[in-house]
């Protein structure tokens, strides 16, 4: 039996039906009829019964249903995991992602893991003290950050969420009891520094060192972690502005979230070394799109 014919006989046992069986594999019904009285003689046997107005299987066409429906599964899994092969979907990709960011974009892992069963995805944790050093170093190979990166050797792809900031400051703050803060507010703060090789223009897109009035914001100490950064905050050495989703993660007794009415959106985006596209990279991004698009 050719591998059409078997699909046209497996098609034709489901629908049961010789116009929706053509119509379902794109050919025409004079095919279907062909291929299936072709295989009938081979076998020696009717495999279906036709009348004007039903068609049903034999008892012999039933037995070669059941016989041909798992080897003609294997078979195409074998050829899809070999295309997959080749077109390079093979292999573990490295997902570098910050805190509990990897929570907020299930949706594009799972949509990944579906199309590319046989890949493997990889989780390492990012920190913002050094946002680029795992792509540069090849321990990632696509990373989540927040915008704007302006590294020539790295290509910058889909944005993958977006969201307000909030002030995370102790609850023994005066500013805790506020409905909302404004950037004019946290003047006073301290508000921490980022310590390690993150580049300044990439830290003042969520901790910016003067207020839209023009007041500079006093610093207070270096963290290079958030768990570091919330430790400093719910022992009251000073405050922060964090994103939106730390709340739902990070709720703890010792800090207050409050809303900062007029700090810019935060946009988080995949990252990689352009030296290092590959179609698995390739791959996450357009599901990262997709899902984006959903």
């Not at 913002?128 to 050093?133: A, I, K, N, R, T």
């Not at 969420?161 to 301290?190: F, N, T, W, Y």
């Not at 950064?229 to 739902?248: I, K, Y």
Request: include cysteine.
């Amino acid at each position: 039996m050719e591998l059409r014919d078997i699909e046209i006989f497996l098609t034709l046992a489901d629908e049961l039906h010789f116009g929706r069986t053509a119509d379902k594999l794109l050919v025409s019904r004079a095919r279907v009829s062909q291929a299936i009285k072709l295989q009938e003689r081979r076998i020696g046997a009717p495999l279906f019964e036709r009348t004007s107005r039903s068609v049903a299987l034999t008892p012999i066409g039933a037995q070669l249903r059941e016989d041909l429906d798992a080897g003609y599964r294997r078979i195409h899994e074998g050829l899809e995991r070999a295309a997959a092969a080749a077109r390079g979907l093979t292999g573990v990709l490295r997902l570098g992602v910050m805190d509990a960011m990897l929570h907020e974009i299930h949706a594009v892992t799972d949509l990944f893991r579906e199309r590319h069963p046989e890949c493997e995805l990889s989780i390492r944790e990012a920190v913002f003290g050094d946002p680029f050093g795992p792509l540069r170093a090849g321990t990632v190979d696509v990373q989540l950050v927040w915008l704007p990166v302006e590294e020539p050797d790295l290509t910058v792809g889909p944005v993958v969420m977006v969201e307000p900031m909030v002030l995370a400051v102790s609850a023994k703050h005066p500013l805790a009891q506020r409905e909302s803060v404004s950037l004019e507010d946290i003047a006073d703060g301290p508000v921490f520094r980022m310590l390690g090789n993150a580049p300044a223009y990439w830290e003042e897109a969520i901790n910016p060192r003067v207020t839209p009035g023009g007041r500079p914001i006093r610093r207070g100490p270096a963290v290079t972690t958030a768990t570091e950064t919330l430790a400093h905050v719910g022992a009251g050495l000073g405050m922060s502005p964090v994103p939106e989703h730390a709340p739902r993660y990070f709720s703890r007794p010792d800090i207050a979230y409050v809303p900062l009415t007029d700090a810019p959106l935060i946009r988080w985006a995949l990252v990689w070394r352009t030296a290092g596209d590959s179609p698995l990279v390739r791959a996450f991004t357009r599901a990262a799109a997709d899902a984006a698009a959903g």
